[in-house]
């Protein structure tokens, strides 16, 4: 794969007109020019010198530099050890001086701004003869907006690479964009958060702004990919939108003695542990009165935002797009589209975690009111006391507590679109009978009001219970439920569905980023069907979140980049038949590298059909084994190919097949 990747870029930079052979290009920019440039960049500098000072104390005494370019690639500060300053000022690599392709061809800092992403140039794989005694990591530094503002390099001599600088790097761009963000944000609302509460405060926790009255303002790049959506269609979010939380009981929270952490509920139902941030004085006011500016204004906003501008960060899912290939989906998106543009109400069944949010999501955005808002409740979210309020909304007073000039409700916010009541079945029996009169008359009354508001809306239900069960028993309203299922959809479950595969490559694509896997090992792909998945997609999509990240730079997910729990819970579930603690031990193993390439240089996925690898019945070891003999046929009996294609060790291999391994390396059968 290296070597491919190597000879594209070669290829570009003899597009640029270059020669292997050219000599250096030594020209420093002019005096005035330079000092232009840094000025201009002058908060990135002041933000990445302290972390690139850290970085150079990781890595002193290792023939190498640090490196910080503008976003052309023209170096604005760099320091490093003395010895290999003076010989990389032999090749021009300097303060002053442009690194783009264009001008040095491939290298870590010109290509990595020209292909967006992290990059490792490593010897041989530099354009220019010169420049071979080099191995360079760089990484773009990319701001709220998304634009890229500079990077972040570790140049040294080729004999001094070592695996670990390029996550280094990546760790030191990512504390420089979250010193950026908070400083571009300090007078804003600041959401910090993550789905395991150890992570938040660190590196890796997600960093939403937003302004006093609860508009999305920016998002770090660990919030976007925990959130699922990028910087541009989070735009038109609102906290309560992402986070399922009004500021006010933000600022609530906060105004407490001693705040904790809080748990709150995404979007797309994970569940997160978060932390807020704001200044106490100056333009974001934070106390009383503070609190009853930003209500107001969050009242504003509300009521002044287009009905358009509310859609789900979801609008890019279409029914077509969730045809995967298993046939009870393919049945259940035909019968949506036999009822379309007639708003008969859609009930969806389903376990929890099936998809039934992105199902209804897909239905809006496939109908007439695709143009406008998307509004979710999840009712088992809201406490009883406040789900009334939530969806009728209230005027001034009309209960201890309530917001001055009161709080339009989401069926208001929902009007000309779609309102999505999620677990419906949890919604109190006294106010079913409020929503099934809505729903007849389409009229809302705010609560404390007299005013009867006309509203316009498609309603999709959907729920995990029992509704005939609980019209048995007394829990749910039977006129209500024959008003909800003109059309009633029932989601498989994950285990039941026949496109698991699909599913995988699916989430991996649309979730991923470029240096993540698109791919997984077959052993893993065989573990995913034997697994039962109680969480249904929402499990199988946290499990490939973190296997993904796990896995950053890889070509496929392996078996060591899984959650240690979701195999624990697996092995509990099969007894644990067949992999055994040495095997897992294996597949966490490093792998071999060939002598002529850096340790971290990728490989191709193996390209094994599912069939091949497990048949119903079969034990997790004689799952292993299939995989293991349908990679050594692959890779025409070479051990070492196969154990680096499955990511095991070739003792794992060695011991599947039957083959002992002698104290000195040789086999015997």
Known sequence: MRPKITALWHERSRAFGLNESDVPDFGIVASSELKQVIEKNHCLQVHAVPVMETLYEQIRNTHSMVILTDQRGLIIHALGDDDF?????RVALRTGVLWSEESKGTNAIGTALLDGRPTL?????????????????????????GATIGALDVSGDQASYHQHTMALVRMSVQMIENHLFADNFSQAVRVHFHTRPEFVGTLVEGIVAFDAAGRFLGANRSAQFQLGMSGSVLQIHTISSLFGIPMSSLFDHCRTANPGLLSLCMHNGVAVHARAKFRTSGPMVTGPCGEREAREGNRRSVEARPASSAKTAAHHWTLNELLTGDPQIARAISKVR?????????????????????????????????????????????????????????????????????????????????????????MPVNLQARLLRVLQDRMVNPLGSVKSIPVNIAVICATNRNLQEMIRLGEFRRDLYYRLNALVIKLPPLRARTDLEALIARILVVGGDHDTPRAVAPDVLALFARSPWPGNLRQLTNVLRTARIMAHGAEMIGLDHLPDDFIDDLQQDCRAAGLDDASRADASAPRESSPDEPASATRAPLQVHP??????????????????????????????????????????????LGINVDKTGGRTP
């Open 85 to 89: 300053l003076e010989k990389a000022g």
């Open 611 to 656: 069939a091949v690898l497990f048949g119903d019945g079969a034990s997790m070891g004689e799952v292993q084994t299939s995989a293991i003999a349908a990679a050594m046929k692959q890779c025409n009996g070479n051990v070492s190919a196969a154990a680096r294609a499955l990511s095991v060790s070739r003792n794992t291999i060695y011991r599947r």
């Open 121 to 145: 140039v490593h010897a041989a794989d530099h354009y220019l003869r010169a420049n071979r005694f080099l191995t360079c990591s760089c990484a773009p530094i990319i701001d709220n907006k």
């Open 338 to 426: 036999q009822v379309q543009g007639h708003d008969i109400p859609v009930l969806i069944l389903g376990e929890t975690g099936t998809g039934k949010e992105l199902f209804a999501q897909a239905i809006h955005n496939e109908s007439a009111r695709r143009e406008g808002p998307f509004v979710a409740v999840n009712c088992a979210s809201i406490p009883d006391s406040l789900i009334e309020a939530e969806l009728f909304g209230y005027e001034d007073g009309a209960f201890t507590g309530a917001r001055k000039k009161g709080s339009i409700g989401k069926m208001q916010l929902a009007n000309g679109g779609t309102l999505f009541l999620d677990e419906i079945g949890d």
